[in-house]
Nanobody
Framework: VQLQAFGGGLVQAGGSLRLSCAAA????????????LGWFRQGPGKEREFVVA????????YYADSVKGRFTISRDNAKNSVYLQMTSLKPEDTGVYYCAAGGGIILSSLRSAGQYNYWGQGTQVTVSS
């Protein structure tokens, strides 16, 4: 599975951005629809942190408290894609955003980066004050 994230950019505080992540699945691997998908971010001088995840079965979503109510994750299995709509952006949302995919992740481990097998290259989001 190869993931490619795009859609980052520079935006003023209070603005919006929509990130996209497209997956390419080769061989006879598992279907995109069977993966849990997540977005993580890494701000300047910070460790990578969980932002949001969407489950394979049923599409349940889980958000970090810092983005709840402002960010929305969605997936389109027909297009092998996952999206992150970000609104009311704040300077502290600045960072490199990574999409990730993992299979068989249990609920209690959704926020753990180590549970995800595949990662995109990251896209930079900069929010100016």
């Amino acid at each position: 599975v190869q993931l490619q994230a795009f859609g980052g950019g520079l935006v003023q505080a209070g603005g919006s951005l929509r990130l996209s992540c497209a997956a390419a699945i080769s061989g006879s691997g598992r279907a995109f629809s069977s993966y849990t998908l997540g977005w993580f971010r890494q701000g300047p001088g910070k460790e990578r942190e969980f932002v949001v995840a969407i489950r394979a079965s049923g599409g349940a979503t889980y958000y970090a408290d810092s983005v709840k109510g402002r960010f929305t994750i969605s997936r389109d299995n027909a297009k092998n894609s996952v999206y992150l709509q970000m609104t009311s952006l704040k300077p502290e949302d600045t960072g490199v955003y990574y999409c990730a995919a993992g299979g068989g992740i249990i609920l209690s481990s959704l926020r753990s980066a180590g549970q995800y097998n595949y990662w995109g290259q990251g896209t930079q989001v900069t929010v100016s004050s």
